[in-house]
């Protein structure tokens, strides 16, 4: 810039000079948003930007300012006289100051520690080559530079303001505030705090995290196979963990897709089979996202043709396969989960698919979970269930046949509890894996376990007296199998008979089975648990003792409204069991027919004055006498009035949210 | 921008810089083994023959020119003396701009240097690499011949054909270069002035420059011939050539690599003995602390042994510097960042460091500058609209001095006088320092705290007090942009650095510079005080790190090895090495002691702002624009080099292997660190402007 204006022969241009850069000032404030421009692409821009094609030789592409660009902007400041030879001298001078300042503002732009070159660096670097700068280009707003319809023109829009209007404006900028320093920890002793994102992902690993998402919310089986299968092996999938537990919490914003929740759940699937994973702190956020499939109200779930249960079925079973896997690493975890079913379960405005996900999330957490919390329940639901069920108005109809879908579900968790029993009484091996709930961690008996053992042997010293003594009774309260069949039997009537008659012994799911399962469409029966082909197995022999007429003090059993739990009386009779046979023999050992107890139940239940009534096939129970059956019909009665399908009160999940690291930052 | 080269008058800093001494160094390294640097009377003359040479050479007095190198007994100038030896020329400027002037056949420039490249490419592979720097300079001066003989159409030509053959570092300049495209556009070209004024430095093996010779002897070309005299310096050495590697790991910089002679200056890089220090604190600190009294007074013990110890071989003598007096206060505050030593955790590559963030949030502004007190309290930054801004990063709040009718009422002999002399009326969490005419490049607390530097866009340093939050001295000199400016460990001398290519250094009751600093060919664009206060190390956009003796102004290390600008050093505990990056997102580890590169850290996908080391020097951390704080394990390179120390490793830059030193890379969310400081007990505190997307 000095030295054309210092060059005389130049002088008369200078004005042009500074129209030109004004142009080109605004031009380079519109690309703003690019990263440091190179100078020559900056001059590329600007060539084009005025009309004029760049020097296309060589590789390295100058632009010019044509000359015709100099008179044209001659011409519009009232220069007319520009020779041919001065507007090219001009031109060629303004191309090489424009680079020249341009590179003295990109030093500006380092020194400031940016990676944006804003206008402001072009003027610092005008005022230090003695020029003017340009005025009002300094705002940080990207300025619109746009072409014409029909001609190859570029201009940038400078809309008029109106100043009056802009001075009577009511709304005041706001202030931006004082600038403030805020501390906070990004790392401690070496470990990530999470105050900033995750740590720097290769390019690799991103596109792996791209191609492995496309495939799975994309359509093609193949491709979903290929994903899954190596997301279940590959162990560099460890530093995407977050970002694929993050993917994974998405179903919240997808619920309207049953294909897509299923294949994210295959994800949340295939995460926790990997052996090379840690899951750690995301197991949380994990299970909330499973949670959500088993009870929120999907969308999915207002069209009927939906098969949404298969959805919530398939949530649950993976619910249980996290627990087993490693829910003893989140503390709290698996108090908590129990909880918050029961929540959804007592909650009377929740929509039925609700209950229904309540009741088979407490199945999957098993027999444990369904003996204490959905057993107890049993009393209050099922009339609200029933009043549903009995419901004739086709209005309702919708509802009635969810209401059965429940009923389904609870038949099948009453069927667990009961093969559990019959399964803990005969094969004392199984104890840990089959009594206890599957998610109790064989490696981390605890110390009640233990002390009830301890107890039990006593009783087994007791109980040695033979099987006539009667040695199942249980002082500590726990309900023992005969109760529990009857109580059940009340509700269900002979549909439960058939089940846990039919001799086909209950064996919890076997983990390499659904494992390997890719297609979770599992109907809610009892195909929901594949059953393994086990010998049969006895009831212990006081049961048929019991059968042959001996009358079972009903009174001094405790009432189901009671919360009664206590594994320890099982234990008794395993011990003893054990005790008596050989190991080897046990297998062969066989059982008395469930029947038995089938007719000592209904015995009962006619002692206690039960009407059982059988509607399509079903056979349900309306216990008249139990005030807290008249209860729960006195709610159920309250809560017809709740809209359930329609609205639908929303309740948060229950984990507490984990951190989710944003998308945006990965990709 | 016009030309700031051309304010700077004092040039006793440089050893290397001038073309004058840079002939003599030519004579020195000639092929032929003159062994001029014992034939010191001669060199004079030499230098004047040369000159009158060139001075005959100009004018086209060719057969003068003749009589006289006949008379002189030196080489034909078109012969085959081969190599730098002879040339001589004087510092005139113009002198050496007209050397460009030829009247060879410009237009087989590209059959030169196609044949130059093609006998390069089929030399032996142990040459090649050697060989292969010389295109670069060859490349540079032909074009500028071409363009200042006006032959723009070839030079385009030749520009175009070539360029993109060139390294990739070497674009950023070619870039520059590219614009020059007529002898009117060579004035005011800074990089222009610098190769016209200044020579390129190769650094071969005597094989590989016998085969240059070989090659030079064979085919005559003149014009190549001459720029090889006139505007390189080949540095030959005895021994194996270097690989690829090697010539790479100390190329990158603008005028070349550093020649041998420039790093053979002994360094006292040694920290001098702690002066022992007999403050009468221990008393209150057992007031505190009784039970631990025993335990207290043997950690004393240790340290004063320690300190007993530390008579380095290598450090300075204690009279070397003038240096200001310890005060009490300074006392007091020594054995108080002693204490908090005590409690440092030390780091290694088991052990990494906590990160406490500093973000600093509204600030539109743009920050340009952040700087930390060395007791890690108080937290310096400077913004892109002129103002700064002091905020105190400890539970201590900021206050001013009192009035001068209230001070005058205090008592002065009291022992909390400077507490006394504080309002706690006005006491505030940050105070704002207006004064600036333009962003605000660095700033740098003294060590008592007292008082601040910052350096600004307007070509001015600041001085300005922490007692009164006002501006005390306007230090100008730089007249043009001051990119950083540093305090020196014990306060007083400060350092700055800026656009004019100067460091100067300075008194803070001085208002001229006590010593400048010159020899950078581009921006000196940060600074770093040794720990020992004998040195000062500068970075520059020239792509080079050079090292400055405070006593007498000369460069005494110039390391080479960057590919772009460095922006940021950081010196090691212990004062022997020296890190620096910059926007070529590598962190170079050196040694000062012999100016060798140890190690190449790559990580970062942006410029790099930040370094630190940690207080033991165990660990570097470094932090740039791309949001994330990098750990690096420097002690395993201590530990590599501890046992090789030999000497014959010097002329070869054999970076250590020792395989991938990060330890560690973490990510802030939208921050970039622009600063990274260790506290006394080793937890690293960054610092950044959170950036809104």
């Known amino acids: ?667 | 921008m016009a030309d700031p080269n051309r304010t700077v008058v004092v040039t006793d800093g440089s050893n290397d810089a001038s073309a004058v001494s840079g002939a003599a160094a030519g004579v020195q390294s000639s092929p032929k083994g003159e062994k001029g640097a014992g034939t010191d009377p001669s060199k004079m003359d030499q230098q004047t023959l040369a000159a009158v040479l060139q001075f005959l050479k100009n004018n086209k007095l060719r057969d003068a020119e003749a009589a006289l190198r006949r008379e002189a007994k030196l080489p034909d100038g078109n012969g085959d003396s081969g190599g730098s030896s002879r040339v001589a020329t004087s510092g005139e400027v113009s002198l050496v701009l007209s050397a460009y002037e030829s009247e060879g056949d410009l237009a087989r420039y590209c059959e030169y240097y196609n044949s130059l490249s093609s006998f390069i490419e089929s030399s032996l592979d142990a040459h090649k690499h050697e060989l292969g720097c010389l295109l670069y300079p060859v490349f540079i001066h032909m074009y500028l011949q071409l363009v200042y003989n006006r032959h723009e159409k070839e030079a385009h030509k030749f520009f175009n054909r070539f360029s993109v053959e060139q390294e990739d570092w070497h674009q950023e300049d070619l870039r520059t270069l590219s614009t020059v495209k007529t002898r009117e556009q060579m004035e005011g070209n800074d990089l222009m002035d610098t190769f016209r004024s200044s020579k390129f430095v190769l650094r071969m093996s005597r094989d590989s420059y016998q085969s240059l010779r070989r090659y030079l002897k064979q085919n005559e070309h003149r014009e190549l011939l001459s720029i090889l005299q006139d505007h390189l310096f080949i540095d030959v050495f005895d021994g194996v050539p270097r690989n690829r590697e090697q010539v790479q790991a100390t190329s990158g910089a603008m005028m070349g690599e550093a020649r041998r002679d420039a790093n053979k200056v002994k360094v006292l890089y040694g920290l001098p003995k702690e002066p022992d220090i007999n403050v009468p604190l221990d008393d209150d600190d057992e007031g505190v602390e009784g039970e631990d009294k025993p335990k207290k007074k043997k950690q004393k013990k240790d340290l004063l042994l320690n300190k007993n110890k530390k008579a380095d071989p290598n450090a300075p003598p204690p009279s070397r510097i003038p240096l200001p007096e310890l005060k009490d206060a300074d006392k007091l505050e020594k054995v108080l960042s002693w204490k908090e030593g005590l409690k440092r955790v030390p780091l290694g590559r088991e052990n990494l460091p906590s990160i406490c963030f500093y973000t600093l949030a509204n600030a539109y502004q743009n920050v340009s500058a952040v700087g930390v007190s060395e007791d890690s309290s108080l937290l310096a930054a400077g913004f892109e609209d002129s103002n700064v801004r002091v905020w105190s990063l400890s539970p201590q709040r900021l206050r001013t001095m009192r009035n001068a009718s209230e001070l005058d009422q205090l008592d002065k002999e009291a022992d909390d006088i400077v507490e006394r002399m504080m309002d706690e009326k006005t006491a505030a969490d940050s105070w704002l320092l207006h004064g600036h005419t333009g962003p605000v490049y660095s700033t740098s607390f003294s060590p008592d705290r007292e008082q601040l530097l910052t350096s600004s866009e307007d070509g001015t340093v600041r001085l300005w007090s922490l007692h009164t939050y006002s501006n005390l001295v306007v230090y100008k000199g730089h007249n043009y942009p001051v990119w950083d400016v540093q305090f020196s460990p014990t306060g007083y001398y400060f350092v700055s650095g800026g656009h004019d290519r100067v460091a100067r250094l300075w008194g803070t009751d001085q208002f001229q510079p006590i010593r400048m600093f010159v020899g950078h060919y581009s921006d000196v664009t940060c600074i770093q005080y040794h720990p020992n206060s004998n040195y000062v190390a500068t970075g520059s956009s020239d792509r080079t790190v050079r090292l400055w003796d405070v006593l007498n102004g000369n460069c005494v290390r110039v390391m080479t090895g960057h590919k772009a600008a460095v922006h940021t050093l950081a010196w090691s505990p212990d004062g022997r090495y020296l890190a620096s990056a910059g926007v070529d997102k590598n962190v170079l580890l050196w040694d000062i002691a012999y100016g060798r590169l140890l190690a190449e850290m790559k990580g970062h996908t942006d410029p790099i702002y930040s370094l630190c080391f940690s207080r033991e020097g165990s660990i570097l951390a470094s932090g740039g624009i791309d949001n994330t704080v990098k750990i690096w394990d420097v002690q395993k390179v201590f530990e590599e080099i501890a046992g090789s120390d030999d000497l014959t490793s010097l002329d070869r830059a054999s970076l250590v292997e020792v395989g991938s030193l990060l330890l560690g890379s973490f990510q802030t969310k939208a921050t970039p660190v622009l600063k990274l400081h260790f506290s006394h007990r080793n937890l690293l505190l960054g610092c950044g402007r959170y950036q809104h997307s």
């Open chain 1, 1 to 667: 810039m000095v030295s054309s204006a210092q060059n005389g022969g130049l002088n008369f241009d200078f004005r042009l000079l500074c129209v030109l850069l004004e142009f080109l000032a605004k031009t380079m404030q519109n690309m703003n948003d690019s990263h440091a421009p190179l100078p020559s692409q900056q001059s590329a821009e600007t060539t084009s930007a005025s009309g004029a094609s760049a020097s296309t030789s060589g590789e390295r592409k100058f632009a010019q300012i044509p000359k015709e660009s100099v008179k044209a902007h001659a011409e519009s400041i009232g220069i007319s006289e520009v020779s041919g030879d001065v507007s090219a001298m001009v031109a060629e001078d303004a191309c090489y100051r424009l680079r020249e300042v341009m590179q003295a503002s990109c030093q500006f732009m380092r020194h400031a520690k940016r990676k944006r070159l804003t206008a402001e660096d072009f003027n610092r670097a005008l005022r230090w080559s003695n020029v003017e700068p340009m005025y009002g280009h300094n705002s940080p707003d990207p300025m619109v530079f746009r072409p014409t319809k029909d001609a190859e023109l570029y201009f940038y829009e400078d809309r008029e303001i109106n100043l009056t209007e802009f001075a009577m404006e009511t709304i005041l900028p706001r202030n931006p505030g004082e600038t403030t320093v805020k501390a906070q920890w990004l790392v401690v002793e070496g470990r990530d705090k999470g105050a900033g994102s995750s740590p720097a992902l290769s390019e690799e690993l991103v596109q792996y995290y791209d191609q492995v998402t496309r495939a799975i919310l994309g359509g093609n089986e193949q491709l979903i196979k290929t994903a899954l299968a190596d997301l279940r092996t590959n162990s560099r999938v460890s530093a995407l963990l977050p970002y694929f537990v993050y993917l994974v919490g998405e179903v919240k914003s997808i619920s309207h897709d049953l294909e897509a929740l299923t294949r994210l759940l295959q994800t949340a699937q295939a995460l926790i089979q990997n052996p090379h994973l840690y899951l750690g702190p995301y197991l949380k956020q994990l299970v909330a996202s499973v949670m959500y499939c088993i009870l929120e109200p999907l969308a999915a779930s207002i069209n009927p043709l939906n098969d949404h249960w298969a959805l919530r079925d398939y949530a649950a079973r993976l619910l249980a396969q996290i627990c087993r896997s490693g829910c003893m690493s989140v503390e709290g975890l698996q108090k908590q989960l129990p909880l918050a079913l029961q929540k959804v379960l007592v909650d009377p405005a929740r929509p039925l698919c609700s209950h229904y996900g309540a009741v088979v999330g407490l199945t999957a957490l098993g027999s444990k979970a369904v003996e204490e919390v959905l057993y107890p329940q049993l009393g209050t639901y099922w009339p609200f269930l029933q009043s549903w069920m009995e419901d004739r108005t086709i209005s309702n109809a919708q509802a009635k046949a969810d209401a059965h879908r429940v009923q389904g579900a609870i038949l099948s968790a009453a069927e667990l509890l009961l093969k559990t029993y019959q399964q803990s009484s005969s094969d004392p091996h199984a104890e840990s894996s089959h009594e206890s709930s599957p998610n109790q961690s064989p490696h981390h008996p605890d110390a009640s376990d233990f002390t009830i053992g301890t107890f039990g042997h006593l009783l087994e010293s007791s109980g040695t007296a033979g099987p006539n003594s009667g040695g199942h009774r249980r002082d500590k309260g726990p309900v023992p199998i005969t109760q529990m069949y009857s109580d059940l039997y009340s509700f269900f009537g002979d549909s439960l008979a058939v089940r846990v008659g039919n001799g086909a012994p209950f064996v919890p799911a076997k983990e390499e089975e659904s494992d390997q399962d890719v297609e979770p469409i599992i109907e809610a029966g009892s195909s929901a648990f594949p059953s393994v082909q086990v010998e049969r197995v006895d009831l212990p022999p006081m049961l048929t003792f019991a059968g042959n007429g001996q009358p079972i003090d009903l009174s001094s059993m405790p009432s189901t409204s009671e919360a009664t739990h206590t594994t320890g009386g099982r234990r008794t009779s395993k011990r003893r069991q054990s005790s008596k046979e050989s190991p080897k023999s046990k297998r062969a050992r066989r059982a008395p027919s469930m029947s038995d107890i089938f007719s000592l139940s209904r015995a009962s239940q006619r002692k206690r004055d039960i009407v059982v009534n059988i509607r399509g096939g079903r056979q349900v129970g309306k216990k008249k006498t139990k005030p807290g059956a008249l209860l729960g019909a006195e709610l159920s009665r309250l809560c017809r009035r709740v809209p359930f399908v329609g609205k639908r009160k929303k309740v948060k999940t229950l984990p507490g949210k984990v951190l989710q690291p944003s998308m945006g930052m990965l990709l």
